[in-house]
């Protein structure tokens, strides 16, 4: 039998942490501060093979899912299982974790479906589509594959779901994936009230019409669209997670550091400025902490927020583009006051290129929207 | 005038303290409080929209939500009143008797 389902969410934060223990790593070794470099370089090897994403997969009547290189993986009969539905759980991080009725497996996000066993254990799958990832579930477990009208009636519900979903993800409510769950029980209960000569298109398109169009979602959970935008963003978690390791690291060599440090170059790399080592080792990561602070805070403010919530992905670049500056900044202030007299250009060079690609990513996607 | 667009409005509108007021009755899961309000002369809604307003009436603490096993699917989602929905219905019932009191004094002109 072919794979009836298969998806790999990846675990970007993972990805994210791994890369700069590596980096990080790599820098320890330049110095010789051994065994740090081991710890650091074996933690991140494993981050990248293990969570860089988790695969879960419907095939030959089991549902498989594994982490990243197949580190670990687990396999259950779909026969085996009771029913699934959306993990009502609270976030408890990512990982392998158990959780107050089950093992939780995650790479990133909060969203997962419970899996319910006839044995009565749970088990927590993370992924990033739960609703599909439930649909593929139940069509196996209810033995709807193969019927035409049912392929049908999928793809239109699967069409109104995405719509959903897009019109939801403006409204960035914390429980729009449990909406989009149950709106997708409701129309699987519609479904079922229909008589098979029923199941045709154009009751299919009637039972859509009746739940409404998928801006009104957005609209009627608007009311708490506020507390749904104060929560953190991956993106956002991730790189206060980098301004966190920007302090640790300074912290980390402070010691090291000359009483005075060079913090300004000149055009032909020659040092032109100095500071004491206080204000050079963390002035770089308190400005990158009060521009994520901006950048945090300014889409929340209720005067902007309307606006702000089309610029959402802007916004990001913003931040994704300020960190790799500062990051390149703070390395450079650092690797040249410890004696690797790294040439001050490239770190002009790897804000050039952050900034230039961040302004052709926006133009490629404005031309695509056109 | 639209009359059509304003009637959906005032449905919208509505939503909140007719969901309240049907789960003041007992739990009840989302597709059932459709059916229900299917059924009363002005009230229907589109389907759809018993979901938003739930989650959001859930996330305010208004009412809560548990899963029941069911004969004929997967299991239900019950919701039902908290406390804290039982002191919000009271008010906003409280208010829309004083509202249709106050729209009737001006319907007939009285102490105007």
């Known amino acids: ?370 | 005038m639209n009359l059509e667009n304003w009637q959906t409005q005032l449905r919208k509108g509505l939503l909140d303290i007719v969901v309240l007021n049907l789960l003041n009755r007992g739990p009840s899961h989302g597709y059932e409080m459709v059916q229900t309000m299917k059924r009363i002369e002005g009230l229907q809604i589109r389907e759809g929209n018993i979901y938003p307003v739930l989650a959001r009436l859930e996330t305010d603490g208004l009412v809560t939500s548990y899963p029941q096993p069911s004969t004929d699917g997967p299991p239900r989602k019950y919701f039902q009143l908290t406390t804290a929905g039982q002191k919000a219905l009271e008010d906003m019932n409280r208010h829309w008797d004083q509202l249709i009191s106050s729209f009737e004094s001006i319907r007939k002109g009285a102490g105007l």
């Open chain 1, 1 to 370: 039998m072919n794979t009836q389902y298969r998806h790999s969410q990846p675990g970007y934060l993972m990805i994210v942490i791994g890369v700069i223990l590596l980096v990080a790593a790599a820098f320890v070794w330049v110095y010789g501060l051994q065994p740090l470099e081991i710890i650091l370089g074996a933690t991140g090897i494993f981050l990248l093979a293990f969570g860089y994403k988790l695969t879960v997969e419907i095939k030959n009547g089991f549902l498989r899912f594994w982490f990243g290189l197949g580190i670990f993986w687990k396999k259950i009969a779909i026969e085996q299982i009771v029913y699934c539905e959306p993990f009502r759980g609270v976030f408890a991080g990512w990982g392998i974790r158990f959780v107050w009725n089950g093992w939780l497996y995650n790479v990133s996000g909060m969203k997962a479906v419970t899996v319910v066993l006839k044995s009565g254990k749970k088990i927590h799958i993370g992924t990033d589509e739960p609703v599909q990832l439930i649909e593929a579930i139940n069509s196996v477990l209810h033995g709807q594959v193969g019927v035409e009208s049912t392929q049908m009636w999928s793809e239109v519900k699967a069409d109104y779901l995405k719509r959903v979903e897009q019109a939801l993800s403006v409204a960035r409510h914390p429980r729009s994936f449990e909406i989009l769950a149950d709106v997708g029980n409701h129309l699987d209960r519609r479904f079922t009230e229909l008589e098979p000569r029923q199941q045709t298109w154009e009751n299919f398109q009637r039972i859509i019409t009746e739940m409404g169009p998928p801006s009104e979602y957005a609209e009627l959970v608007n009311e708490d669209k506020k507390s749904g935008r104060s929560k953190l963003t991956k993106l956002e978690l991730g790189v206060i997670g980098i301004l966190l390791i920007m302090f640790g690291v300074s912290a980390y060599l402070y010691p090291r550091m000359p009483e005075t440090i060079v913090t300004q170059w000149g055009f032909h790399g020659q040092p032109s400025s100095s500071m004491p080592k206080s204000v050079g080792m963390f002035g770089t990561p308190v400005l990158f902490a009060v521009l994520v602070i901006a950048l945090i805070v300014i889409p929340r403010t209720a005067s902007v927020s309307v606006n702000i919530e089309g610029f959402r992905r802007f916004y990001g670049g913003l931040l994704i583009v300020f960190s790799i500056i500062m990051l390149a900044v703070q390395y450079q202030i650092i690797l040249w006051n410890l004696g690797i007299k790294t040439n001050p250009n490239v770190v002009g060079i790897i804000s050039a290129v952050a900034i230039i690609t961040w302004i052709a990513v926006r133009f490629y996607r404005a031309r695509r929207h056109n």
